[in-house]
Nanobody
Framework: QVRLVEFGGGLVQAGDSVSLSCTDSGRTFSNTAMGWFRQAPGKERECVAAINWSGSTTYYANPVKGRSTITRDADENTVVLQIDNLKPEDTAVYYC???????????????????WGQGTQITVPS
């Protein structure tokens, strides 16, 4: 059974960096795409970054492009998102997501993901 466990987040000062990690403790799927989404109060959940099954292809949303890095350890089925130079507009709940078996390509639509973590809060005071 897939179980996504997230680590990281919290209260971070503007300009600092944060590293979020997510592991599929169930180890059910070893070769599927993973992604990070975020949802701010009153807003839709949006894709922040995504990575394909091998780690060879990545995607970054415009708000974090150039200051974020997503990587994965395929053997451990773990994905890490680092965001540098944090801004108050980065404040949101961040969710890790995993595509179902066979989902090798990265995806940016939340409907393409079958499994979700519980979410972790990042707060960047203004």
């Amino acid at each position: 059974q897939v179980r996504l466990v997230e680590f990281g987040g919290g209260l971070v000062q503007a300009g600092d960096s944060v590293s979020l990690s997510c592991t599929d403790s169930g180890r059910t799927f070893s070769n599927t795409a993973m992604g990070w989404f975020r949802q701010a109060p009153g807003k839709e959940r949006e894709c922040v970054a995504a990575i394909n099954w091998s780690g060879s292809t990545t995607y970054y949303a415009n708000p974090v492009k150039g200051r974020s890095t997503i990587t994965r350890d395929a053997d451990e089925n773990t994905v890490v998102l680092q965001i540098d130079n944090l801004k108050p507009e980065d404040t949101a709940v961040y969710y890790c997501a995993l595509r179902a078996s066979g989902g090798l390509a990265l995806a940016t639509e939340k409907t393409m993901y079958a499994y979700w973590g519980q979410g972790t809060q990042i707060t960047v005071p203004s």
